[in-house]
């Protein structure tokens, strides 16, 4: 498995009604360092409807970025059961997720 393909497989670990953040995501592929390639990972996404590209967020809770626009991506949050308010994912700590089955791919290499 490649490092595109080991990042969507973490990414859909995220259960419904929880988030990851660019940073967890990196740092379950074994390098923190990697978080803006995770971004680019997530906006290069070939399919939002298999591929929940839209539970990644910032540290912080605020939204980032989504290929579809941030009003699609609200919506599938919305619909996934996460609520945002003034752009950031209301209690972000409570729906925070980064218990991720990994191997460490970075780690590896």
Not at 63 to 66: P, S, W
């Given at each position: 498995m490649n490092i595109t393909e080991y990042t969507y497989y973490l990414v859909r670990q995220?259960?419904?009604g929880r988030v990851s953040t660019y940073g967890a995501v990196a740092k379950a592929l074994g390098n923190r360092g990697y978080a803006r390639?995770?971004?680019k990972y997530m906006n290069k996404n070939p399919n939002?409807?298999?591929m929940p590209c839209f539970k990644i967020v910032k540290s912080d809770g605020s939204?980032?970025?989504?290929g579809l626009g941030i009003e699609d991506k609200i919506r599938r949050l919305n619909e996934d059961g996460i609520k945002v308010e003034d752009g950031k994912i209301v209690d972000f700590k409570k729906v925070f997720f980064d218990d991720f089955k990994t191997d460490y791919l970075l780690k590896k290499s």
């Open positions: 995220i259960p419904a390639a995770v971004g939002a409807d298999t939204l980032g970025g989504f």
